[in-house]
T-cell receptor, first 113, second 113 residues
Framework: DVKVTQSSRYLVKRTGEKVFLECVQD?????MFWYRQDPGLGLRLIYFSYDVKMKEKGDIPEGYSVSREKKERFSLILESASTNQTSMYLCASRNAPARIEQFFGPGTRLTVL | DAKTTQPPSMDCAEGRAANLPCNHS???????VYWYRQIHSQGPQYIIH???NNETNEMASLIITEDRKSSTLILPHATLRDTAVYYCIVRDLNNNAGNMLTFGGGTRLMVKP
């Protein structure tokens, strides 16, 4: 089974802190994604990466950056956390180009105080 | 991408078939219909996808109308573990945006004993 793991299930940070969310997949997938999920807004794409060191902005990249130094790891960085970044963050991976489905991690619920 | 419309919630008795409808009246010829679900406190899980023909896998069946303007996800024998939010998504996977997923509100399925 494909496994996508995220470094924390729950995280509490203070406004202005730098926050790192880590995601690791063990199936040699090329594509990796970071989403945030908020009530009433569904799932929104922040950034995605289609290969090592490659990244593309999604729908809501402001306030975030990403890093993909190794194929299995995709990090989401909040340079200076703000309260409006309190959300559920979901990482996903996909084996391009043949497969359609994305495999999701369990999510990190981030609270910024 | 075509927009989808789903009922916000449904109930189903355990052991019965759960039929989850989705309207996608503006779907275009290259767009696939696919379904994910999200069980509470977990990341989304891929269920099934289709273009024109009905599809079946170990989890569910997907019935797509002949005009492709609507579809139904069928869980043949719902269990309590099928309680989740079910998302119907329509995407054209032949363009770059097909890498991304954007979920709307979905249908909250409650399976009751």
């Amino acid at each position: 089974d494909v496994k996508v793991t995220q470094s924390s299930r729950y995280l509490v940070k203070r406004t202005g802190e730098k926050v790192f969310l880590e995601c690791v997949q063990d199936m040699d997938h090329e594509n990796m994604f970071w989403y945030r999920q908020d009530p009433g807004l569904g799932l929104r794409l922040i950034y995605f990466s289609y290969d090592v060191k490659m990244k593309e902005k999604g729908d809501i990249p402001e306030g975030y950056s990403v890093s993909r130094e190794k194929k299995e790891r995709f990090s989401l960085i909040l340079e200076s956390a703000s309260t409006n970044q309190t959300s559920m963050y979901l990482c996903a991976s996909r084996n391009a180009p043949a497969r359609i489905e994305q495999f999701f991690g369990p999510g990190t619920r981030l609270t910024v105080l | 991408d075509a927009k989808t419309t789903q009922p916000p919630s449904m109930d189903c008795a355990e052991g019965r078939a759960a039929n989850l409808p989705c309207n996608h009246s503006t779907i275009s010829g290259n767009e696939y219909v696919y379904w994910y679900r999200q069980i509470h406190s977990q990341g989304p899980q891929y269920i099934i996808h289709g273009l024109k023909n009905n599809e079946t896998n170990e989890m569910a069946s997907l019935i797509i109308t002949e005009d492709r303007k609507s579809s139904t996800l069928i869980l043949p024998h719902a269990t309590l573990r099928d309680t989740a939010v079910y998302y119907c998504i329509v995407r054209d996977l032949n363009n770059n945006a097909g890498n991304m997923l954007t979920f709307g509100g979905g249908t909250r399925l409650m399976v009751k004993p």
